[in-house]
Each structure stands twice: as C-alpha cells, then as structure tokens.
Nanobody, 123 residues
C-alpha cells in the first residue's frame, strides 16, 4: 500500500507564496503525479500534473503561471510551488499518484491519495 504524505500548508496573506511537498513511501519514478484541491462545498479539482519523466506538466487556466509542479524521484517527493496566492486558492490540497500508463486530469485515473494539507489565503 503506497502512502503519500503532504506537508507545507498553512496560512498566508494574499499575494504570498507556499511550497507544498508530497513524500511517497515507494519509488515514484515510473508514475505520473498530480496535485488536486478541494474547497468547502466544492468538487475536488485538478491543479497540476507532471508526467513520469518530469518532462511534461499540465495546469488549468486558474493556476497557470502561478503554480509550478516538480519532482525529485531520488527523494520520492513531488512539490507544488504556489505564488501570487489569492483567497480563491484556499482549500485542502491533495497529492495523488496516477495509475500506471494513464494520463489526464480525471480523478478516477489516480489510485493513491494523500490525506491533504490545508492552505488558507487571507485577504
């Protein structure tokens, strides 16, 4: 059973930055990884994805240019650098591992999830 543990969340003022980390209990090198977020009363949404090699990333328009996903497979860790945060970014952020050979943003293509880390952006 793969475990994903997120860290780095917290309270930040609008315009600020945070860096989230996701540590996996097993090697992640052959899997695409992603970050999702879920705000109260809303669906869990995709915010960043990175393919197995790190050579391709994907972002929705809502975070493009502000968020950057990266990975260090030697450390079994995936990162999410978040800049220019605004109150609409407030949510619980989840790390997820994509099923082998799958791609895309659909939640059903991800088989392991972390417990989440809270990000709160004050205005």
């Amino acid at each position: 059973q793969v475990q994903l543990v997120e860290s780095g969340g917290g309270l930040v003022q609008a315009g600020g930055s945070l860096r989230l980390s996701c540590l996996a209990s097993e090697r992640t090198g052959i899997y695409s990884m992603a970050w999702f977020r879920q705000a109260p009363g809303k669906e869990r949404e995709f915010v960043a994805g990175i393919n197995w090699s790190g050579g391709s990333t994907d972002y929705p328009e809502s975070v493009k240019g502000r968020f950057t996903i990266s990975r260090d497979d030697d450390k079994n860790t995936v990162y999410l650098e978040m800049n220019s945060l605004n109150p609409e970014d407030t949510a619980v952020y989840y790390c997820a591992r994509q099923r082998f050979g799958r791609s895309g943003r659909d939640r059903s293509s991800y088989d392991y999830w972390g417990q989440g880390t809270q990000v709160t952006v004050s205005s």
